[in-house]
């Protein structure tokens, strides 16, 4: 890639330099480093938002949407030609943002650790909010150890809608910053973002040990937490290839550089197992940067995304620069973290087989409601004539060292009435697959229980939403 211009990133309307900075410099310590010091570590995993800065995005026909992101999980270069709004680009001390004087006002800060990116969570919300109001799901993945949350969501709550003169709310009516090439060289190493999926897979080829990363919500936290290293990582966040989501007769296909929030809105309910599965994968500052390659790429057992594409029969295409090649899901996972996927490949797109089955579900265990790791999950998907089960796949995640399907649960379920009878009877036969162990997230036997339950639970939730009377809910 022809060297450019000098990387720049344009923060709380000001262009900074990114000469220098070292691959695996997390946009958190960049920012740090220039003095915005609001925003904090915490955890360093994405799980707290301490680290929660605004980015803008695409919004599609040419808009532009404020998202909050973990600041301490995204590589400082991949903010190269991006635009970056911090607590302290919001307001001052002097002219307070709407959100900061609610803050304020209300209670909503004590120690003041969390604040920061606790507000720049609420004013992604506040500038999307419409008439329904502020949701409070958009700052679940935030916490506060010593106000509590009612001085919080009071603050939430009392926010109007942002003023006409409002210079990020007026920034959303024009068009998102582009996705430029860049080179960002450090001492160690570099940050590239290529041109096309074509230099990517050049790259790759070249360098068998560079680092793909899009929305690096994994790959950050071993950066962070186990000292993770290379000297060349690939931003491929933005390849238009990967970005798109197209639907043809006989099956939907999802880029792998969609972020889950990106998915959400697009599908807008047209896969109800993956509408069920958004809100309870992690928090919405992991889904504005997580990406379904990204949670199929890392091969990891408990990712909520694999149950749910296993039941909705899956498949993965791979790209390489010889071309590529289509993996049916349930055969893409090979052990522990390990896949099919070689080296100079990358996931270019998943696709999903049309029709859908008219029963869907997806059930997750975990210790907190939002913004865990699931100890069980269940992704299921039923097709139903006549009352009998004609075709069923259920994938499972967290039972085994990597995501299964349940072959024999799903030979129980077929060619037998779909009631509460036989989801009981396929249940033990469900609580007998895969292999759980006992670990600090659940025991084997809670987890076999949860599998043994999760049909039933599916079969009542079904009966409620068609208002089935109790005693054909039981049948």
């Known amino acids: 890639m022809a060297d450019g211009p000098a990387p720049q990133v344009t923060v709380n309307g000001e262009a900074l330099g990114l000469a220098g900075?070292?691959?695996c410099t997390n946009a958190l310590d960049w920012l740090r480093a220039q003095g915005l010091t609001g925003a904090k570590e915490g955890c360093a995993e994405g799980e707290c938002g301490a680290c929660a800065v605004l980015v803008a995005r695409p919004d599609g026909d040419g808009r532009t949407r404020w998202a909050a992101v973990n600041s301490c999980l995204l590589p400082a270069g991949s903010l190269a030609g991006q635009e970056v709004v911090t607590a302290e680009g919001l307001g001052t001390p002097e002219a307070l943002h709407p959100v900061q004087h609610e803050m304020a006002v209300r209670g909503g800060s004590q120690c003041g650790y969390c604040t920061p990116g606790l507000v720049c969570s609420m004013a992604a919300?506040?500038?999307r909010a419409g008439p329904d109001g502020f949701d409070l799901e958009a700052i679940s993945g935030n916490l506060c150890r010593c106000t509590g949350y009612r001085p919080i969501r009071d603050a939430a709550f009392a926010l109007g809608a942002p003023a006409s003169d409002d210079p990020l709310a007026g920034r959303m009516a024009e068009t998102p910053p582009s996705a430029v090439p860049t080179r960002v060289a450090g001492v160690t190493g570099s940050y590239v973002r290529p041109n096309d999926l074509s230099e990517v897979l050049h790259l790759l080829r070249e360098n068998p040990d560079a680092v793909l990363v899009a929305g690096s919500t994994d790959w950050g936290v071993d950066v962070n937490l186990r000292g993770a290293r290379t000297r060349l990582v690939i931003g491929i966040d933005q390849l238009p290839e990967l970005r798109e989501l197209t639907r043809s007769t006989d099956h939907l296909e999802l880029g792998a550089g969609l972020t889950l929030a990106e998915l959400e809105r697009a599908l807008a309910g047209t896969v109800p197992l993956l509408d069920a599965v958004f809100p309870q994968f992690a928090s919405p500052l992991i889904r504005n940067g997580a990406t379904v390659g990204g949670n199929l790429a890392t091969g990891s057992p408990i990712g909520d995304l694999a149950p749910a594409l296993l039941a909705l029969e899956a498949t993965v295409v791979l790209q390489s620069a010889a071309g590529e090649?289509?993996?049916p899901l349930e055969q893409y996972f090979t052990g522990y973290r390990r896949s099919v996927r070689h080296r100079h490949e990358l996931i270019r797109s998943v696709r999903i087989p049309l029709p859908l089955s008219e029963i869907a579900g997806f059930a997750k265990v975990a210790k907190r409601r939002f913004d865990d790791i699931s100890s069980v999950a269940v992704g299921t998907a039923l097709r139903v004539d006549d009352g009998v089960v004609v075709r069923a796949r259920i994938g499972i995640g967290g039972i085994a060292a990597t995501p299964v399907r349940a072959l024999a649960t799903?030979?129980?379920?077929?060619?037998?009435?779909?009631?509460?009878?036989?989801?009981?009877?396929a249940g033990a036969v469900l609580r007998e697959e895969g292999t759980p162990i006992d670990d600090h997230r659940a025991s084997a036997a809670y987890r076999r229980a949860v599998l043994a339950t999760s049909l039933v639970r599916l079969h009542a939730e079904r009966a409620a939403s068609e208002g089935a009377a109790p005693e054909q809910a039981s049948a």
Request: aromatic share 12%; no cysteine; charged share 30%.
């Open 21 to 23: 900075t070292e691959p």
């Open 325 to 327: 090649r289509v993996v």
């Open 410 to 425: 799903e030979a129980a379920l077929e060619g037998r009435p779909w009631t509460r009878a036989t989801a009981r009877s």
């Open 125 to 127: 919300e506040y500038y």
